[in-house]
Nanobody, 128 residues
Framework: QVQLLESGGDSLQDGGSLKLSCVTPVSLRASDCMAWFRQAPGSERDWVASISLRTLSTFYADSRTKARFTISWDNAKNTMTLQMNDLRPRDTALYYC????????????????????WGKGTQVTVSS
């Protein structure tokens, strides 16, 4: 299983912004759908957002996430990003990126088991 590499996690105050990055190795250039998940201590891994690398269509867990977070893909850098604004303590979690060679339209993008490659995560801690 090829490893993705997340970065950008940090500790910050309530209301702050942060940008996470996920670099994909060249061997994953065939990836078609990528996603961000997050997992708080004692909780399940929750889907945050996905992006189709083919169409650049984006998908978000809910309207509140869509209002504050932006998922994007830089093809020249093989990098997916997650811009997070107006962060709250409830956003504290280990954030993971994931990828699959299957197109987003053919999977349930919110299911963790739909993705075949994962990173080890980057920690985001928001304090009040």
């Amino acid at each position: 299983q090829v490893q993705l590499l997340e970065s950008g996690g940090d500790s910050l105050q309530d209301g702050g912004s942060l940008k996470l990055s996920c670099v994909t190795p060249v061997s994953l250039r065939a990836s078609d759908c990528m996603a961000w998940f997050r997992q708080a201590p004692g909780s399940e891994r929750d889907w945050v957002a996905s992006i189709s690398l083919r169409t650049l269509s984006t998908f978000y867990a809910d309207s509140r996430t869509k209002a504050r977070f932006t998922i994007s893909w830089d093809n020249a850098k093989n990098t997916m990003t997650l811009q997070m604004n107006d962060l709250r303590p409830r956003d504290t979690a280990l954030y993971y990126c994931a990828a699959t060679p299957v197109t987003c339209a053919r999977i349930d993008v919110s299911r963790a088991d739909a993705y075949t490659s994962w990173g080890k995560g980057t920690q985001v801690t928001v304090s009040s």
